[in-house]
Each structure stands twice: as C-alpha cells, then as structure tokens.
C-alpha cells in the first residue's frame, strides 16, 4: 500500500463523506425541529433519484439542471407527508416513539411497494449525463467528478442552509420552535405550518442529493434501505438534531469507510462505520456535537 | 393481597389455558399444508415478538436488532448439527445460552444509552454479526448451510412428511413465551422494568437496580429468540445470513407486538395472529407477480394501525384491563 492509494481512498472518501453528510441533514433538521426520526428517509432519497431517472430519460434534462426541480418536488412531497401522517402519528397519546417510528416505517414500506409497481424491481442508471463516468486529476490523484460536484454542491447547501436558519424569518421560526414550540403558538406562529416547511425542507435536501446520487449509482426500488442506516449514522455520530453535527458526521463516516476498505475485504467496508459509532456514543452517548 | 389483581391474572392464565387447548386441537380439522404452514409461523412470529416484548416492550428498551439473537440461535444449532452432528435439542440450549450471554455482553456499554441512540446501535451491531457471518468461510459465508436430512424423528428435530410436530413445537414455545412473561409480569423484575422504562431516574433514586434490570430483560429476551432461531433453521432446512440475521427480522419481531399492544402481555400473540397470517397471505395472492402490491398493503396497513390505534388492538379487547395494567 502506498501513500499514493492512501491519499487517492481518502480523497474519494472525503467526497463521499459530504455526500453522506448532505443525504443525512435532512434526517437531522427534521429531527431537531420536533423530535422524529423519519423512518422512510432513504425511501425519499430513492424517489428523488428515480425523479432524476425519468426527467433525463423522458426529457432528457440532465441531473445537474433537474436537481433544482427535483428538490421542489420533494420539498412538496415532504410537507405533503408531513401533514397526512407524521401531524397524527406526533398527536398519539400512547406509545408516541413506536408510532412515530413505525407510521414512517410503514410509508417506507407502502413507497417501495408502489415503487416496485410502477417502476418494476428493475436497475436503472442514468447513462451519457454531462458528469457521468468522467474523472479529473488534481495533483495526480484522480477524483470521479460527478463526487467531486456533489461535494461541492454539498458544501454549498450546508452554507445556503446556515444562512437560511440564521438569516430568513422562516429559519428564525424554525429555530425558535425547536426551542418551544408552544411559546411561539402564542406570538402567532402555526406551528403545523413550521413542522410542514420544515419536512418540506428536509425532503428537499434529501432530493437535491438524490439528484446528485442518481448521476453515478444505480437506481432501484431498495436502493434508500443501502443508504438509510449510513444516514441515521451519520446524524446519530453527529449528535441528533446538530446541522453541524450532520455535515461532521458525513465526511467522519466518508472518511471511516474509506480506510476500512483498504484494510479490511470491501464486503465488510460497513463494519468500520458501524464500530466508529458505537466507539463514539459509548465515549459520548449523545454523539460528537450533540445538544440535549 | 389485592383479590381483583389476582383474580385478573388468574383469568389470564386460564383465557390462555383455554386458547392453547382450543389451538392443539385445530390441526385435526385443518389438513391443507399451506394453512397449517402459516400456523407454524404465526405462532413462531408470537413467541418471537413476545420475547422481543420483555426486553423492549416491559423494560422500554426498543431494540431493532434481535435478528443477531434469532440468527445465532439458528447458526449454532445448524453449525453444531452439521459439524459436529450434536442433537439440535443441545443446540437449541446453546445458542440460547449464547445470545443471552451476547446479549448481556452488549448490554454492558449500550445500557448506557438512550433513545434514538440506542436504537441505532442495536440495529448497527446486527448489522455487523451480518457481515461477520457473511464473511465466516466456515459457516458458510454468503451461500449459507444446508441442514441435511438425517431421517423423521424428535431426537433429530426433523420431519420432512409432516407439519405437525412443527406446529406442537411451536405452540409450545409460543405457550412458554407467554407464560414467562405472564409469571415476569408479576415478579420483582416486572415491577422493576416497568418503571425503568416510566422513569429511570425516579427508578434509581428509589432502589431499583436499573442496569441490572436491563441486563435481566436482555438476557431472558435473547435467549428465548435464540430459541425460535433454532426452531426456524429446523423448520426451513436452510439458512443463510439474509434469510436469519438481516434486518427485515428484527422489524418483524417487533411488529406483531406494536400493533397489538407494545408492553402488555396479549398483544404480541394478538398481533401475530392478525398480522402473520394477513402477511402470508396478501404475499401468495397479490405478490406472486413481485410488483409490490403485498407490500403497499402491509406497509398501509402498518401506518393505517399505529395511527388509528396507538396503544395497540388489545386496547379493543379489554380497555379496563389496559387501565389497570398502567
């Protein structure tokens, strides 16, 4: 093992890593703003790529142009979700946590199925995208650049959104009901209204890295499940409910899985991931930024 | 002592009495190897999710990954037949024995965790006994083992002709199940799960052993999943690391008792009896074609009941028992 191939697996795993981070912030936000693992969250990654699919196969708009449209989509979807089950499941008077994990899981499962139905357990790929398949050396290590941009528009939505929660009237709201949600009921604020904007923000997230993953993975109806436990990783390690601790989390679990796999056979590259959380949270049981 | 309590749990125990008596005896008029199929699982699926119940349900610690402990339940005996040619019976024993023992290894860091985290731990440490086992060359890696037919006899555990030994079996460990929890549910430990999982802090400050009353509960959990682990690997011949260990199982022991009733002592049976079967049958008769349409219903299904009825079915059942329960 060189220090060439070294350098080369920690660079693609740094891309990876801010990937991760941007599939996991949604998980994260949502989390924050009211106390709920989404449970199909890998599910809206996987409808976010299969949106990506069929606007570059029917349309043949390429996914750096559809990303945009493809997060409104979601942005919708999320809200949509929000108030057709997640406002009921939040409402329960017994057993909150289990309804919570379990009305989510069941959308996860309901989406796969009609994913299965409409679209067929087939894989699909997005193929001849503008980025697809081409590599650009930098320093002579070789870095994938559909990673390479979904890195960089990772960053760049980790900033848009510390501005957006800092800077926005919105993001004032969001943040104040987190803090108490029934204090800001009382200077007028709907906070159905809040959690609604606040899943459809979360979903658009998750679209605009679906985007982005859709241009070099294979696209198929369990493809969230693969990604789904990196993400609650990712946002656990982080510390729930951290934006901060989400990004930190993703390039920390990106970089884990990149050293693992040059130690140990691909099939375990996971194994690393996993053993880093359980190290952290039993050092820190509420993970590296967490606040609670 | 208290004469309606006792008389409450003496009415269980005879409603289960009756319930099992009534189950032993459908066998007899149901020949179809398909329906008595179903039966088999339904009442593995109780016994799991009742077992699930106690560590998760009793002492509130929401575990989704006792897949680890239904597949080493399944490995050890299945290793132990084919290496060795010991008797699943001992194997049976032992992989109980085993995964409480895990079971208690784990639970000495990750007792110290809460919530959401962890959840994701037990669910990431399944993961890895996952892919341990799909990489242990010598159990079979990814191709799995194949338990040989070695002839139809209970000191073999095998019956290639018939169901039925399959379904006593079963019952019985659905019976045993219940009947733990029912004699748990009444003990030192019962009381002491219960308010571990209302107020750990409330808990300690008033003499509860908390940790080691988690411990307790993981223990009594894993071995008696580790148990139908090995039942299972008897029942199906085959076993490989997705099909005991993968994730999908540790959901589904936790289900059953989610929709009847998380924490009380029917619900896991009641939900497996409604679920396994609805499960198994939406499968064969919509899902042949692997469009998917079994799973929009169980998934519909699963969101459509834990909103409707958060406390579980049982509440539809007996609503002041529930009352009295708390």
Not at chain 1, 3 to 17: C, N, R, Y
Not at chain 1, 122 to 147: A, C, E
Not at chain 1, 209 to 228: E, H, L, N, Q
Request: net charge positive.
């Amino acid at each position: 093992m060189t220090a060439e191939t070294i350098i080369q697996s920690l660079a693609s795993g740094l891309l990876m890593g801010l990937l991760y981070g941007l599939i996991a912030v949604g998980l994260a936000l949502i989390f924050g703003l009211m106390d709920v693992v989404n449970f199909a969250h890998g599910e809206f990654l996987m409808i976010a790529m299969y949106a990506t699919f069929f606007l570059f196969a029917f349309f043949a708009i390429d996914p750096l142009l559809s990303a945009p449209l493809v997060a409104a989509a979601l942005f919708v979807f999320g809200a949509v979700v929000y108030l057709l089950i997640v406002r009921f499941a939040v409402r329960a008077k017994a057993n909150a946590g289990m309804v919570q994990i379990f009305s989510t899981f069941g959308l996860a499962i309901v989406m796969r199925g009609l994913a299965q139905y409409f679209f067929t357990p087939d894989y699909r790929s997005v193929t001849h995208s503008w980025l697809g398949g081409k590599t650009v050396s930098i320093g002579g290590i070789f870095l994938p650049v559909p990673q390479l941009v979904g890195a960089l528009i990772a960053i760049a939505a980790f900033g848009a959104l510390y501005l957006f929660i800092n800077r926005t009237d919105f993001g004032r709201a969001l943040e104040a009901t987190r803090e108490d949600a029934g204090a800001v009921a009382l200077v007028g604020i709907d906070k159905n209204k809040v959690f609604a904007l606040g899943w459809g923000l979360g979903a658009a997230l998750v679209g605009l890295s679906g985007a982005v993953m859709a241009i070099f993975f294979y696209i198929y109806p369990d493809v969230g499940a693969s990604f789904a436990l990196i993400a609650y990783v990712t946002v656990a390690l982080g510390g729930f409910g951290s934006v901060f601790g989400a990004f930190a989390g993703g390039i920390i679990v990106g970089l884990v899985e990149a050293t693992t796999a040059l130690i140990l056979p691909p099939s375990l590259k996971a194994v690393g991931i996993y053993a880093v959380y359980l190290l952290v949270v039993f050092i820190r049981p509420r993970g590296l930024f967490g606040s609670m | 002592m208290d004469t309606a309590f006792a008389r409450s749990r003496r009415r269980d125990l005879i409603v289960a009495l009756v319930l099992a008596a009534i189950a032993a005896t459908v066998p007899l008029f149901v020949k179809d190897v398909y329906v008595q199929n179903i039966m088999v699982l339904t009442l593995m699926w109780g016994a799991l999710s009742q077992s699930w119940n106690i560590l998760s349900g009793y002492c509130g610690q929401i575990s989704l990954g006792h897949a680890l402990y239904f597949g080493i339940g399944a490995y050890t005996t299945a290793l132990l037949f084919t290496k060795f040619g010991v008797l699943p019976w001992f194997g049976m024993l032992g992989g109980g024995v085993i995964s409480a023992l895990i079971a208690m290894a784990l639970g000495y860091p990750c007792f110290r965790l809460r919530g959401h985290y962890f959840v994701i731990a037990t669910i990431v440490i399944a993961e890895i006994g996952l892919l341990l086992f799909h990489n242990w060359d010598w159990a079979g890696a990814a191709m799995g083992i194949e338990i040989p037919a070695r002839g139809d006899s209970w000191l073999k555990f095998q019956f290639p002709r018939s169901k039925l030994p399959y379904f006593y079996f079963a019952l019985v460990l659905a019976c045993v199940a219940w009947f733990v929890t029912w004699w748990l549910e009444n003990s030192k430990w019962g009381y002491w799960w219960r308010a571990v999982k209302d107020n750990p802090e409330a808990a300690e400050s008033l003499g509860v052993d908390v940790f080691n009353s988690k411990m307790g509960a993981a223990a009594v959990s894993a071995f008696l999943v580790a148990v139908g682990g090995s039942f299972y690997a008897q029942f199906v011949y085959f076993i490989d690391p997705e099909s005991v260990m993968g994730f999908q199982f540790s959901l589904l022991m936790a289900l059953p008792a989610v929709l009847g009733g998380i924490g009380t002592l029917w619900g896991p049976m009641l939900g497996a009896v409604i679920l396994i079967p609805l499960t198994e049958l939406t499968r064969s008769y919509v899902g042949g074609s692997g469009r998917g349409v079994d799973l929009i219903v169980y998934g519909g299904l699963i969101i459509a009941i834990s909103l409707a009825r958060p406390q579980g079915l049982i509440g539809l059942f007996s609503p002041k028992r529930k009352e009295a329960a708390r």
